[in-house]
Nanobody, 124 residues
Framework: QVQLVESGGGLVQAGGSLRLSCAASGRTFSSYAMGWFRQAPGKEREFVAAISWRGVSTYYADSVKGRFTISRDNAKNTVYLQMNSLKFEDTAVYYC?????????????????WGQGTQVTVSS
């Protein structure tokens, strides 16, 4: 069982930056691949980024590639999402998710545990 708590969301102007954090409970955090997803009002939850269990492999949605960076610190049971050059269309609730596999994926159905989400609002 893994419990996930996101933090770091907020209001930022377009072009600005935010860093999201996701703290995980449990001693087996390092054996899970982790992902970030987001959901804007009226839209389905979509993949943003994912990272493998050791952090060697990372994957990004095309819409955030080059602007967002996912990373993890297994000693701190935490995964991060650094978001730079934010755009209005990045506005959404951002969710952290854990996948019972060492290998990351972009399919939300492949993730077993989810956080409650943190709101990111980008003003234009």
């Amino acid at each position: 069982q893994v419990q996930l708590v996101e933090s770091g969301g907020g209001l930022v102007q377009a072009g600005g930056s935010l860093r999201l954090s996701c703290a995980a409970s449990g001693r087996t955090f390092s054996s899970y691949a982790m992902g970030w997803f987001r959901q804007a009002p009226g839209k389905e939850r979509e993949f943003v980024a994912a990272i493998s269990w050791r952090g060697v492999s990372t994957y990004y949605a095309d819409s955030v590639k080059g602007r967002f960076t996912i990373s993890r610190d297994n000693a701190k049971n935490t995964v991060y999402l650094q978001m730079n050059s934010l755009k209005f269309e990045d506005t959404a609730v951002y969710y952290c998710a854990a996948r019972s596999s060492k290998f990351a994926g972009s399919n939300r159905d492949g993730y077993d545990y989810w956080g409650q989400g943190t709101q990111v609002t980008v003003s234009s």
